[in-house]
């Protein structure tokens, strides 16, 4: 549909200058919208590409108006080296630390689950309760098996999501570390922009059926169909590999 945009890289460089003309154009659009913006973001090679491509902003968004939440989170504290949050605090300079929301991490993954909610409830419904709840932005990466956020394939090990439910928890997650938070396809279908980050020759048949192909279960990234939003793919040539070219 004219809502899904594909942007091809050559290389990581280039791949780089797309990711930064692409979140200063929406950014300072988003900003001109609305007061404060929030956006989700998520964990693997993430953390370094968005990093690097903020740090070219310079001064082009107002960092003050910006929260930054994780599309999915490891169980663990900020401290250990699994954490997402504890990438972006090694990666960002000091004085972006301020945007990220933390994850709460609780005596188990479930109430970690349950506390995020609440937090991401009170951020995204402050007070009329009749308004739609909606990210401005969300950043995802993707894995060979199909997974975006901690969503995997095997849906009958996840717990039943209703559109109430924005955060869930799982203890099976096969990409190591077992035990993590997620955002849930319901409010990731929600947001009004949300952005796939993808590269290496790995992804580039879930690549071919996120672009071409139906939704299916087993590929949880192709169920990735925000309702009123955009959706756009900046990929590398690898990635991309499967892609017909014209
Ligand atoms: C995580 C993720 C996960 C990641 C993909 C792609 O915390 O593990 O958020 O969904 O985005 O596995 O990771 P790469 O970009 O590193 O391949």
Avoid at 69 to 92: I, Q, W
Wanted: contains cysteine; aromatic residues 6%; charged residues 20%.
């Amino acid at each position: 549909t004219n809502k899904t945009m594909i942007n091809i890289a050559k290389n990581g460089d280039e791949l780089h200058e797309h990711l930064s003309t692409f979140l200063a154009e929406r950014l300072q659009y988003l900003q001109s919208q609305h007061g404060t913006i929030s956006i989700g973001v998520s964990g693997g090679s993430m953390p370094k590409q968005f990093t690097d491509a903020i740090l070219s902003l310079g001064t082009a968004v107002d960092w003050k108006r910006i929260r930054i939440f994780m599309c999915d989170e490891r169980y663990c504290l900020p401290t250990h080296p699994d954490s997402n949050l504890g990438a972006y605090l090694k990666l960002f300079p000091r004085e972006l630390h301020e945007c990220l929301v933390p994850v709460p991490i609780e005596e188990s993954v479930a109430r970690s689950a349950e506390n995020y909610e609440k937090v991401l409830r009170c951020v995204l419904l402050p007070e009329q309760l009749n308004q739609t709840a909606r990210f401005d932005l969300l950043l995802l990466g993707v894995g060979p098996d199909g997974h975006t956020c901690s969503i995997f394939p095997a849906p009958e090990r996840l717990p039943k999501i209703t559109d109430y439910n924005w955060i869930s928890a799982t203890s099976t997650s096969p990409k190591p570390p077992a035990e993590r938070v997620t955002l849930t396809l319901p409010i990731i279908n929600m947001a009004k922009n949300v952005a796939f980050i993808i590269t290496g020759r790995s992804k580039a048949a879930v690549v071919k059926q996120m672009c071409l192909g139906g939704a299916t279960a087993n590929l949880p990234a192709t169920q990735v169909r925000p309702a009123n939003g955009k959706l756009w793919y900046f990929l590398d040539a690898d990635a991309a590999a499967e892609l017909p070219h014209d």
